[in-house]
């Protein structure tokens, strides 16, 4: 049977009140499984739902963390703190947390190739940049139209080695997160091919921000943070093309947002189809992660004591979600596997 607003509230509300009074995030008290935390809205999450996993805490300290992306040759996952211009780094093996890299321009999406060498999306210097093995650094974006970008924000790779991306400004919009400056070009998705030719596949959006494929890379999702606060869909032509965009799901004013200031922000697929999102600016019983079905019907819930930016499948079996949440790292192991590697 379908939960019901009635049953979604009575959960909430339970689960407020363990998770106002209770919850300690240091992992000195243990929470009972299931995870309270962890809310099914539709039967179907049920399966996805691992009942004697907690969420966990790893890491907190940061200003905004963003951009996880794991790095299974290495075993380790890196996220950006934006405003401390740093990449962090977690070792799962012992759970240790040291600074990657203390200079990162200000980068806030990370992802990794198919040859496993890391892409960042850096706001103060506007590049999409590749880590070499050698330690160099490859400018893949820089301008276009001649015009630099405004600030690029995430990216995913496709198997044809294109690396696709969004350009919503936010890092040149404030000194915090990158350098004031003018935005030059209409905030757009862009995809770079193998041979480095740059081409804008979209800018029917007003802020494209996350951005993920479907397992079969048939359809890309994109998140648009500006207005309309929703979650769209595309169907990918040839691998290099997008046709018009459809809305998959609206964040706005769903759950406890009752004056519609919510929205996502990172999406991630896991194999079945499902579309994991990000979501915050609203408080207890919104922040966290939304998980939606292939359809984009509203199936799953996991809640956040914080706005949570990003996220991403990780682990040897990729059935670990992470999660990029304002100050904080947060961890869950699912009953499902992230639809790509990264």
Not at 134 to 158: C, M, Y
Not at 246 to 270: E, I, Q, T, Y
Request: glycine share 12%; charged share 25%; hydrophobic share 35%.
């Amino acid at each position: 049977m379908s939960t019901t607003r009635r049953t979604f509230i009575t959960s909430i509300a339970a689960s407020s009140a363990v998770s106002a009074f209770a919850r300690d995030w240091s992992g000195k008290n243990p929470e009972r499984y299931p995870d309270p935390d962890v809310i099914a809205l539709e039967p179907d999450f049920e399966k996805l739902i691992q009942g004697n996993a907690p969420i966990r805490r790893l890491h907190t300290g940061m200003l905004w963390a963003e951009g996880p992306a794991w790095n299974g040759t290495g075993n380790y996952l890196v996220w950006s703190d934006i405003p401390n211009n740093a990449q962090m780094r977690y070792l799962p093996e012992d759970g240790h947390v040291s600074v990657l890299r203390n200079n990162a321009n200000n980068s806030n999406g990370n992802t990794f190739d198919f040859q496993g060498r890391q892409i960042s999306c850096e706001h103060a210097t506007r590049k999409v940049v590749r880590y070499e093995a050698d330690g160099k650094i490859t400018v893949l974006a820089s301008e276009f139209d001649g015009k630099p970008f405004n600030a690029p924000n995430d990216a995913v790779v496709h198997p044809d080695g294109g690396i696709w991306f969004t350009d919503p400004g936010y890092g040149s919009m404030m000194d915090y997160e990158g350098n004031k400056g003018d935005l030059l070009l209409k905030e757009a998705v862009y995809r770079i091919d193998p041979g480095g030719k740059i081409s804008k596949v979209t800018d029917e959006l007003v802020k494209p921000n996350g951005l993920c494929f479907s397992p079969d890379y048939k359809k890309l999702y994109i998140v648009d943070t500006g207005d309309p606060k929703n979650i769209k869909a595309f169907d990918v032509a040839d691998g290099v093309k997008l046709g018009k965009g459809r809305v998959f799901a609206v964040n706005k004013g769903a759950l406890s947002d009752k004056a519609g200031k919510g929205g996502s922000d990172g999406v991630r697929c896991d194999i079945n189809g499902n579309v994991w999102a990000s979501a915050g600016w609203v408080g207890d019983g919104f922040d966290g992660v939304h998980v939606f079905n292939p359809e984009g019907q509203r199936i799953g819930f996991i809640k956040l004591p914080e706005t949570a930016s990003n996220l991403c499948f990780g682990g040897p079996k990729r059935n670990r979600l992470f999660v990029t949440a304002s100050q904080s790292l947060y961890s869950l192991y699912v009953n499902t596997r992230g639809a790509h590697f990264c």
